[in-house]
């Protein structure tokens, strides 16, 4: 069983309360078979958020074999949410693992520990950054096509992502990366429709996908239509996009997904004629930094 030691004060009062030692939890397998046995240890962290529901903490995880990892520490510190935890776990095993490390951050483990009748769940990501300043329709064109790329291509895995807003994307080398699956439901896209910017807003029911309607509506590059959908757009800014990626949307939601693919969703997609979305590359210093310190 591959254990995750927080040895380290978390600033989460819930939680120090009732367990103010060391936290050993073990990781949950719910969705893919166990691997190799290991001990993983936290020793500091920072705190990112202490909301109502999670404790967020950055974190450096040091794995056995000495390596470290640049992690988001996502931590359901009652119970309350372990539902939720079991659902984001769930996307990131099954239907969203081909995108972990583009369009997903990479995802290290959900662990879990009993702390009297609460099942504490913590989960484990890649740290990809800080959260989006801007609203989606102030993103310059090349962010704009990248992160209906993004969305898209977890549509067309059968996702949805169910709580899309800026607080939920992070910039990895000018590449947008979708967190928080809480709320992530399977999908079967009905996008139809390109998106000329400018030209009056298609229904939901037109545009064939509910989510990639309100995010392009959100973006500010539909003229509003009639009827409504939502409600008035406040943004009128102009955004120039790329319809060349907005036309690789619809061929690659066409596609559909492979119910087979697995591993690195760019080398995997163009082997199966679904192409390439891109290629984040990854912070050089997200491992070995434990041995290269030492
Ligand atoms: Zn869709």
């Not at 409600?231 to 949307?249: D, E, F, G, M, V």
Request: aromatic content about 8%; proline content about 5%.
């Amino acid at each position: 069983m591959t254990t995750l030691s927080i040895n380290c004060e978390l600033r989460c009062d819930r939680l120090m309360k009732r367990a103010p030692g060391a936290l050993v939890l073990e990781r949950v397998y719910d969705y893919e078979p166990p691997v190799a046995e290991e001990e993983w240890t936290v020793n500091a962290v920072e705190t990112i958020q202490t909301g109502p529901r999670f404790c967020v903490f950055r974190a450096q995880i040091i794995r056995s074999d000495g390596d470290a990892l640049d992690a988001v520490l996502k931590i359901d510190p009652t119970g309350e949410c372990e539902a939720a935890c079991k659902n984001e776990l769930k996307v990131y095993q099954t239907k969203g693992k081909v995108l972990q490390g583009t369009a997903l951050p990479e995802f290290y483990g959900c662990f879990q520990v009993r702390i009297g009748a609460a099942m504490v769940t913590c989960l484990a990501m890649e740290y990809c950054g800080e959260p989006l300043k801007k609203d989606f329709d102030e993103l310059d064109s090349d962010l704009i096509g990248k992160l209906l790329i993004a969305v898209a291509a977890l549509h067309g895995w059968g996702l949805t992502h169910g709580d899309l807003y800026p607080r939920n994307v992070r910039v990895v080398n000018e590449h947008p990366v979708l967190i928080d699956f809480e709320s992530s439901e399977s999908h079967t896209c009905g996008l139809r429709m390109q998106v000329i910017q400018g030209t009056t807003m298609p229904t939901p029911e037109e545009y064939g996908c509910t989510e990639l309607h309100h995010l392009v509506w959100r973006m500010g590059l539909w003229e509003p239509g009639s009827p409504l959908c939502y409600q008035n757009n406040p943004y009128s800014k102009k955004t120039q996009i790329h319809s060349a990626l907005l036309r690789y949307i619809l061929i690659k939601i066409a596609f559909g997904p492979s119910r087979t693919s697995s591993g690195s969703y760019g080398r995997k997609q163009s082997q199966n004629g679904r192409g390439i979305i891109w290629s984040r590359k990854r912070n050089s210093c997200s491992k070995n930094s434990a041995k290269s310190a030492s």
